[in-house]
């Protein structure tokens, strides 16, 4: 794909230009954090190489980093480190970084620089979740040129990324100078894909050097990674992590361990009802001891995760260091997953669980009155959706009621008895639990698919687009992609829902705004020149007609950072509270917090009076006093103190008592604004009825 973008423009006043939409259909760049989620095939593939079948004794990527900085970055990593990897595979980052810098420096590669730029707490791509299996895994990254073109750089343009010469704002890099991480600078000139590719293969030949020259230290220091994170998950606390089997959505649970499984982890299910530090946990729960190799990994993606804030993440003032991705990467959080940390386990009967069993799914037995699927269950919605595309009707209780043993939540979808021979395939590929009902007297409402759009931009693409078509994709629900011509020029009553996934506004705006934003925040990092067809932007026109169709009726779905744009163009009274925040005043990258929800709202259904949500540059809510307060209907909001969970915050008293999720009436239609990333990568499945349920009416 690449290739063909860049070969199109070659010999053009465009040669060099960087793709303008994404080189992954639906994660783009994002391929490399889907290495614990394992959303893609193509990550399954190598989890089942690295983490199952053969893992290395050592691991490393090859990426590539701007063009104006050092040339060729490589192992180890700069802090702060994550607290769960063996010490000893931090050592081994910085044996096998010192081996290939040497390497390259024998070669007189300049500008090569370590233990800099690239934090060792980071996103859970393959050469940083390596770690947690015990594998020393390692990135370098190149300087780039433009794509295969040479790129003349003058030496006054070389610089580090610096902040007030803080050298921790710049991760041990802070200036463009010699020093002992840096001692050969590059001093400009032209700079080739030649260039790059001779990095990477010294730097990949030094590696497999390094492991032939000390082939039993690496062997030996394998075996000794494994026993000594086992002897901790024996002398440290907790010594085991239950996975109960009473969750609030069972099937989901399951996804998370069927994705455990795959990493490789040892759990048990346990055969009879047992106590763990006191608390009765019943058969079929999981329980997953510590003492194993992949113990950091374990305490990584099931529990509790504090980002530091110390001097390795403040700069010289006190202004917070972003982290290199999301500050925590809490999969049970993240999946809406409750997880118990325990030391003392009752005896108990449990089997092995080496290779995952999907739930069987079933319809009870036959019933005149109809059948139930649970709407707390992701996967309900897949089932709903299957079955409305058989032609199978379906209605939803739009209030909570109690039918026999069953406390039925709003929102429970119902289908007519008659219809079992469909259900039953259904049941078998969705793994649920069609419950038959012997009595139900409720208000309802029929449920039909709503004709959705999403909205996707060229600049190279916007990645939350990709994986919002994924994760729809996942669950049976159908949509197109509107590009501008389509909302400017396009026929939008063919649509119920218009989704903008999380962007910057005046990436979705275009034109002047985009090109005034972009100078006035990244002054030394310049726009790149796309070819006119691929320099999207909706402007004065696409707000006009998005502002029509919302009146007339559709509802306009935005998440995170498109809320402003909502805001902006309906010019609803609706102020983002953290907008225009400096970070010593608020700061949250990517970080779980406790999140009250009104679940008899139709969009919020199913979830949760609690729960986690990923506040990364969400915007917050406060509805201005006016005399139209009653359009506006509150879905979620942050409660009135300890908001963390996982991850880093700094200001939570300008959460305290905001709105996180809000539906405004516009004319005749609705402004669905989802503050938190509700279904970031595909990875927060404990807020994706947020999303779902808005796409059903």
Known sequence: MVTD??????????????????????????????????????????????FRSWPPQAYQDHHHMGSYGARLYVAPYSDPIHPHGDPLVWRELQWYGSHMAYKLEEEDKKGIVNAAI????????????????????MLTES?????????YIHPEQLKAETKAGSLVGTRMMPH???????????????????????????AAWAVMDHMARNKETVLWNQYQKAVRQTLRGTEDSPQFIIVPEDQHDPRTMELMIEKLIAQGVKMYKAKEPFTADGYIHGAGSYLIPLAQPKMGLIMTLLTQ???????????????????????TDTMAEFMGVSVHPADYLSDFEADPVTVY??????????????????????????????????GVPINRITEPIIAGDLEIPAGCFLIESGYEEKMNPVADETGITFHALAEIEADTEPVKQLRVGIYDRYWGGNMDTGWTRLCLEQYGFEYD??????????????????????????????GEALKKWWNETRPDWPLPDYPPEYQSGLGDEGKEKLVEWTKKGGTLLCIGGACDYAIEILDLPVSNVVKGLNNKEFHCPGSTLKMLVENTHPAAYGMPEETLALFWSSPAFKIKPGPNNHQYEVIAYYPEEDLLESGWLIGEEKLIDKIAALNAHVGEGNALL????????????GTFKLLFNSLLG
């Open 5 to 50: 973008w860049y070969n199109k423009w070659l010999d053009t006043e465009y040669e060099g230009c960087s793709t303008p939409f994404l080189y992954h259909k639906y994660c783009g760049h994002d391929n490399n954090r889907d290495a614990f989620m394992l959303n893609t095939v193509e990550s399954n593939y190598m989890a089942e190489l690295m």
């Open 118 to 137: 690239f934090s060792g707490w980071a996103h859970l791509g393959y050469h940083w979740i390596g770690i947690y299996h015990n594998i020393p895994s």
């Open 143 to 151: 300087a780039s040129a433009k794509l295969a073109t040479p790129l």
């Open 176 to 202: 463009y100078k010699p020093s002992t991480n840096f001692p050969n600078p590059w001093p400009g000139g032209w700079w080739t894909l030649r260039d790059i590719v001779e990095q990477q293969k010294i």
């Open 305 to 327: 995760t504090r980002f530091p804030d110390d001097s390795f993440t403040r700069m010289g003032d006190g202004t917070p260091h972003r982290p290199y991705d999301s500050a």
């Open 357 to 390: 069993q999907r739930p069987v799914g079933y319809v009870d037995e036959d019933s005149k009155v109809g059948y139930l699927l649970d709407t707390r269950e992701n996967h309900a919605f897949k089932a709903v959706n299957m079955l409305l595309k058989e």
């Open 481 to 510: 992609l509107l590009f501008d011509k389509d909302i400017l020029h396009g026929d939008l009553s063919r649509y119920d829902v218009i989704i903008f996934p999380h962007d910057n506004p005046e990436m979705i705006k275009g």
């Open 674 to 685: 989802m503050g938190p990333r509700v279904q970031h990568r595909c990875q927060t499945h």
